[in-house]
Nanobody
Framework: QVQLVASGGGLVPAGGSLRLSCAASGRAFGNFAMGWFRQAPGKEREFVADISWSGRSTYYADSVKGRFTISRDNAKNSMYLQMNTLKPDDSAVYYC???????????????????WGEGTQVTVSS
């Protein structure tokens, strides 16, 4: 059974930074792409970034390119999202997600993901 636990959220001022973590368990982590999504109040969930099973390929939403960096450590069964130059519009609950099959090329497609963590709240004050 796949379990995803996101952590690292908090309250930061605009321009600040946060690093989110996602701990995964239940299967061979290094064989699966992983992704980050977010949902703000009253808005639909949206893609933020994802990373291939090897970590060699990454994909970002235009809104976070140049500010956010996704990475993973397969030895630690963990994925990360370094968020810099945060804006109030980045405020949301951030979720980590995983697809059902190994070696899936996801490229930001939410339909590729079936496993979701509970989310961690990020609030950026203006």
């Amino acid at each position: 059974q796949v379990q995803l636990v996101a952590s690292g959220g908090g309250l930061v001022p605009a321009g600040g930074s946060l690093r989110l973590s996602c701990a995964a368990s239940g299967r061979a982590f290094g064989n699966f792409a992983m992704g980050w999504f977010r949902q703000a109040p009253g808005k639909e969930r949206e893609f933020v970034a994802d990373i291939s099973w090897s970590g060699r390929s990454t994909y970002y939403a235009d809104s976070v390119k140049g500010r956010f960096t996704i990475s993973r450590d397969n030895a630690k069964n963990s994925m990360y999202l370094q968020m810099n130059t945060l804006k109030p519009d980045d405020s949301a609950v951030y979720y980590c997600a995983a697809p059902p099959r190994a070696f899936t090329i996801t490229q930001g497609r939410e339909s590729s993901y079936v496993y979701w963590g509970e989310g961690t709240q990020v609030t950026v004050s203006s």
